[in-house]
């Protein structure tokens, strides 16, 4: 599962992580996939009646971090919440001095942040694939400075 109820998901292009045992290690090149802009997506995200959310996963979102936030910018104003997954830590994506990386996270509702890591895998974890992965309250994060996690059982 790609988050909480009917997700409509969105696949990144593109990985610095290439985690082994990825589960989607064909969005890892950052060549290949298919071109399109929010307005499109966001055409068949309306289409699409019975998604309660957008989940964008990869691939790295934060790899095309501007697209991705547009995206998520659109899709709240949409009603729907946001769940984004990166490899990427909740403090190395607040490091970062690239715009584009805190809108995206400011976009966000739960982040699914760290990379795979395949002797964490658990089938257990809801939403995410290693037990170093975390599900984080990015609102309510950001407004408190520091980390609220997510849970779900």
């Known amino acids: 599962m790609d988050g909480p109820g009917i997700r409509f998901v969105v696949f990144a292009q593109g990985c610095r992580h290439r985690c082994p045992g990825c589960h989607n290690p064909r969005t ?3 060549e290949g996939g298919v071109l ?3 307005d499109e997506i966001m055409d068949r995200l309306r289409e699409s009646p019975l ?3 957008i989940t964008l996963s990869g691939g790295d979102p934060f790899e095309q971090a501007d697209a991705f936030a547009e995206l998520a910018e659109k899709a709240r104003e ?3 919440d946001v769940v984004t997954y990166t490899g990427w830590r909740y403090e190395e994506i607040l490091s970062r001095e690239e715009p584009g990386w805190r809108r995206l996270l400011e976009a966000t509702d739960i982040l699914v942040d760290g990379r795979f890591e395949l002797t964490l895998k658990s ?3 809801p939403f995410r694939g290693s037990s170093n992965q975390r599900l984080i309250d990015v609102k309510r994060s950001l407004e408190s400075g520091r980390i609220t996690l997510q849970s779900y059982l």
């Open 28 to 30: 890892h090149p950052f």
């Open 36 to 38: 399109m802009d929010a």
């Open 51 to 53: 998604s309660d959310g």
């Open 78 to 80: 949409h009603g729907c």
């Open 123 to 125: 089938d257990l974890l």
